[in-house]
Nanobody, 117 residues
Framework: QVQLVESGGGLVQPGGSLTLSCAAS????????MGWYRQPPGKERELVAS???????HYADSVKGRFTISRHYAKNTVYLRMNSLKPDDTAVYYC???????????WGKGTLVTVSS
């Protein structure tokens, strides 16, 4: 059974930084897509950043230049470095990993990031 476990969320002041981590455990292999989504209070879940198996990254316009996604291939781990955080970044952040088949679509339970003074 595959599990994704996120860590690194918390309370931070505007302008501060946090790094989120998501580690996969269990029988997981051939993972291509790794991404971070977020769901602000009362809003839809949205894709924040992603990285493919080839290392191609994508960012939402709202986080470009502030967030950086990276992955450790051997550890099946993905990171999200968040700088210059704003109150609008407040959300539950979810990790997602996808493999070569539709059944290989895994989600973490989420970690709360609160940006507030």
């Amino acid at each position: 059974q595959v599990q994704l476990v996120e860590s690194g969320g918390g309370l931070v002041q505007p302008g501060g930084s946090l790094t989120l981590s998501c580690a996969a455990s269990g029988s997981i292999f051939n993972i291509g897509f790794m991404g971070w989504y977020r769901q602000p209070p009362g809003k839809e879940r949205e894709l924040v950043a992603s990285v493919t198996g080839a290392g191609v990254t994508h960012y939402a316009d709202s986080v470009k230049g502030r967030f950086t996604i990276s992955r450790h291939y051997a550890k099946n781990t993905v990171y999200l470095r968040m700088n210059s955080l704003k109150p609008d970044d407040t959300a539950v952040y979810y990790c997602n990993m996808k493999g070569v088949s539709a059944a290989m679509d895994y989600w973490g339970k989420g970690t709360l990031v609160t940006v507030s003074s």
